[in-house]
């Protein structure tokens, strides 16, 4: 049958995806888990088969540890592919880790452009402002992580202390 629907989108845009996002936001944890994989299965489904390529290479090279490879693939995926949030979050993770802060947040920036619910970047962006003593604006991307993923305990607990810190300031 999905051969007489034509091929899948890809990525963020898969039609999929909201059914998945509505499952995890008012499903129970139980199946939690499973909604979150697929959900970022199909994230990592690049619209061509050159750039999903070029991407499991990127990926399978910052698993070996050669993150400038990993990050020269995913150059070349960004280009190839500019509207492939995944791109963006797996390039903004191999930045931080080489501790190019502001290339991370670029990339971060225009994956949750492109994939507003991206809720593993809301996440890392979170972190990345905690760590910045933006704690308002952690606490509020904390709660966008739990929008959309609010099987999420550590976003939950992090949300929670800084709540707490922030009680009786302004919001």
């Known amino acids: ?7 899948a989108a890809a990525d963020q845009t898969d039609p999929r995806l909201d059914a998945l996002f509505e499952e995890l936001r008012v499903g129970d944890a139980l199946r939690a888990e499973e909604n979150i994989g697929r959900i970022i299965e199909i994230w990592a489904d690049a619209p061509s088969d050159t750039v999903d390529l070029l991407y499991a290479r990127a990926e399978l090279s910052a698993e070996n540890g050669a993150f400038d490879l990993s990050l020269t693939l995913l150059d070349h995926v960004v280009g190839l592919a500019p509207n492939f949030a995944q791109g963006y979050a797996l390039r903004g993770e191999l930045r931080l880790t080489a501790d190019d802060r502001t290339g991370a947040i670029q990339d971060f920036m225009k994956a949750l452009e492109l994939e507003p619910r991206h809720f593993e970047v809301r996440s890392t962006l979170a972190e990345l402002l905690l760590a910045g003593g933006e704690k308002r604006d952690a606490y509020d991307m904390f709660q966008k992580v739990l929008e959309w993923n609010p099987h ?20």
């Open 1 to 7: 049958m999905a051969g007489m629907m034509g091929p």
């Open 152 to 171: 999420d305990e550590n976003a939950r607990q992090r949300a929670r202390v800084l709540r707490r810190e922030l009680d009786g300031q302004e919001i």
